[in-house]
């Protein structure tokens, strides 16, 4: 099955700077990928996705970058800001239509944005 | 964009007793929905994917006598925790998605806390 690689762990930035999640995936038939905010106590947000027909999509300060060939995935936040600060979880799947599509998540990668 | 809602958002629970989440999509039909746990500072498991009319598929090695999974209608699904331990608390999420729309996004909801004493 897919196996979804995710750093660093933890990461912590001054507010204005620049944020970089990456992973990596292991199953080449993936095509789906997906990244998730999560704030304490709450559900993941999607935040953005891409599919593996690109090689980049951007929304405003957020980016995400794939390398199908070296199958890994980034995401780029810009201009941080303390309400960045939460749990990032990047995912992937294999989506061939129909009701079979499981996200495999990575472990998280836990941002603060200090002031 | 697509809502998921979760009750209860918190609850506590004597060791024993059962427990049920519910999980409704609030403005689409959810045809499949699935079902998570979250360990402290851990990723999201998958625990089983419900579509709509049929039964809940598990993942290995969660027990489908145990977690209780019904996919009542196209905007319902809800999780027993049955004889409910210790061992079993969590945070418990589900997410929906719309097969029909073609879309690959599943939409969260806020999770439950689950606490057994």
């Known amino acids: 099955g897919e196996n979804v690689e995710q750093h660093p762990s933890t990461l912590s930035v001054q507010e204005g700077d620049s944020a970089v999640i990456k992973c990596t995936y292991s199953d080449s038939a993936s095509n789906y990928f997906p990244w998730y905010k999560q704030e304490l106590g709450k559900g993941p947000q999607l935040i953005i996705d891409i599919r593996s027909n690109v090689g980049e999509k951007k929304d405003q300060r957020i980016a995400v970058t794939l390398n199908k060939t070296a199958k890994h995935f980034s995401l780029h936040i810009t201009e941080t800001q303390p309400e960045d600060s939460a749990v990032y979880f990047c995912a992937a799947t294999k989506y061939s239509g129909g009701s079979n599509y499981k996200l495999t998540f990575g472990k998280g990668t836990l941002l603060t944005v200090n002031p | 964009g697509a809502v998921v809602s979760q009750h209860p958002s918190r609850v506590i629970c004597k060791s024993g007793t059962s427990v049920k989440i519910e999980c409704r999509s609030l403005?689409?039909?959810?045809?499949?929905m699935f079902w998570y746990r979250q360990f402290p500072k851990k990723s999201l498991m998958l625990m089983a994917t419900?579509?709509?009319?049929?039964?809940?598929?598990?993942e290995q090695g969660v027990e489908k006598d145990k977690f209780l999974i019904n996919h009542a209608s196209l905007t319902l699904s809800t999780l027993t925790v049955t004889s409910a331990h210790p061992e079993d608390s969590s945070f418990y999420i589900c997410s929906a998605r719309d097969l029909r729309t073609g879309s690959n996004e599943q939409f969260f909801g806020p999770g439950t806390r689950l606490t057994v004493l």
């Open positions: 403005d689409f039909q959810a045809t499949t």
């Open positions: 419900s579509n709509e009319g049929s039964k809940a598929t598990y």
